[in-house]
Nanobody, 128 residues
Framework: QVQLVESGGGLVQAGGSLRLSCAVS????????LGWFRHAPGKEREFVSS????????FYADSVKGRFTISKDNAKNTVTLQMNSLKPEDTAVYYC?????????????????????WGQGTQVTVSS
């Protein structure tokens, strides 16, 4: 049984920073592709960032490129999302996701349907 637990969300002023963490248990973490998605009220869930295995490629949504950084720590079985220069439009519930199947296209790396396991989400609120 693979479980993902996010933490680190909260309320921050525009321009501030937050660091989200996702602890993953079960399976072979080092072989997982990991992703972050977010869901804002009235909008569809959207891709934020992913860390691809094998290879370690990282992908970011255009809206967060240059501000967010994804990292994977195989020693701690965690994936983090460092979020800087936060904007009110970043307000959403952020979800961590993991894919245990090997191999995916660039398009799949940004597609929530390509992921097998999900966390419960953590709320990020950015005030203006």
């Amino acid at each position: 049984q693979v479980q993902l637990v996010e933490s680190g969300g909260g309320l921050v002023q525009a321009g501030g920073s937050l660091r989200l963490s996702c602890a993953v248990s079960g399976g072979i973490f080092s072989t997982y592709t990991l992703g972050w998605f977010r869901h804002a009220p009235g909008k569809e869930r959207e891709f934020v960032s992913s860390f691809i295995w094998p290879g370690g490629r990282k992908f970011y949504a255009d809206s967060v490129k240059g501000r967010f950084t994804i990292s994977k720590d195989n020693a701690k079985n965690t994936v983090t999302l460092q979020m800087n220069s936060l904007k009110p439009e970043d307000t959403a519930v952020y979800y961590c996701a993991a894919r245990s199947r090997i191999g995916l296209t660039t398009a799949q790396a940004m597609d929530s349907g390509a992921y097998d396991y999900w966390g419960q989400g953590t709320q990020v609120t950015v005030s203006s």
